[in-house]
């Protein structure tokens, strides 16, 4: 009956370290298994991080280039409408020097039928010439300076707002 104990209790122990050894290698095998497919993914995670990056990257490039065209169109505007602004406003003080100095005179043209005291009849013609002139009343100096100064502000908001058009039409895409 011993012999059968000890014949017994190695088999189990026989059985066991089997039992044992297989565990270790199905273990083993599956450890592998999984790292190869966690590698596997963790590659692919790799390429679409990558990817990603890539698209980011290109995205933010054309975005500073947008950026850039942009100043770059601004600068040019900027310049156009300084140089526009300035060339109005030497325009503007030349005829305010040619008032100034009586080389030139500004004149309103007057009713041609109040003057005459008709209702349809032109004036009459002078007699070096065919043409009906219309009668001319000239402006004070001072007077016609200060006509010159509203319409100077008048064209300096106009060359504003065609600057601030452009702009707005430049940035929203619409020109």
Do not use: F
């Amino acid at each position: 009956m011993k012999i059968d104990a000890v014949k017994w209790g190695g088999v189990l122990l026989v059985s066991l370290v089997l039992m044992a050894g297989s565990a270790w290698a199905a273990w083993a095998w599956q450890a592998n298994a999984y790292g190869q497919k966690l590698a596997a993914h963790e590659a692919a995670h790799q390429t679409v991080l990558t990817h990603v990056a890539n698209a980011n990257s290109a995205q933010i490039l054309a975005e500073q280039g947008k950026r850039l065209a942009l100043e770059q169109w601004l600068a040019a505007s900027d310049q156009a409408h300084y140089r526009v602004l300035t060339d109005e406003k030497t325009k503007q003080a030349r005829l305010r020097e040619r008032l100034a100095t009586a080389d030139l005179r500004l004149s309103v043209q007057l009713d041609a039928t109040a003057a005459t005291g008709c209702d349809a009849v032109q004036t009459t013609t002078s007699p070096g010439g065919v043409v009906h002139a219309a009668r001319r009343a000239q402006l004070d100096r001072a007077h016609a300076q200060r006509i010159i100064g509203i319409t100077s502000d008048g064209d300096q908001g106009l060359i504003a707002l065609q600057a601030c058009q452009a702009y707005a039409q430049e940035v929203s895409g619409t020109k």
